[in-house]
């Protein structure tokens, strides 16, 4: 999902924040924090005129409930950490596995530690 949010700066060296998506990730985080769930915080956003993520299989631009809980609990890029990943197939599910320790710093911070930790209780 980072990548989405994200562009390459002119030298390809490093990542740079798309503002208008930026502002939309610190919304979802500022709606938890006021108490909304992700089916709301979902359903406010896709009636809004802000930016949406593609949609899936040809469908339009949408916020999806399960896209707001992984941005919220599953995803500390939204705090610059970069974890690399494996996949493991484990009673018939594909899990992800996490390898060797994150990359702090990795990308730019778009919600500082403080608000994602109060949005993680």
């Known amino acids: 999902m980072i990548i989405n949010l994200l562009k390459l700066s002119r030298d390809k060296k490093q990542f740079e924040i798309i503002p208008e998506r930026a502002q939309v990730i610190n919304l979802i985080f500022d709606m938890k924090l006021e108490g909304k769930g992700s089916k709301r915080t979902a359903r406010e956003l896709n009636q809004s005129d802000l930016w949406k993520p593609r949609g899936r299989n040809g469908r339009p631009p949408s916020w ?30 594909r899990e992800r596995i996490p390898v060797e320790d994150p990359i702090l710093d990795y990308y730019p911070v778009f919600i500082d530690k403080e608000k994602f930790n109060r949005a993680q209780q």
């Open 64 to 93: 999806r409930e399960n896209c707001i809980d992984n941005i919220l609990h599953n995803n500390r890029s939204v705090i610059g950490e970069f974890q690399q990943q494996k996949f493991k197939t484990k009673d018939g599910k």
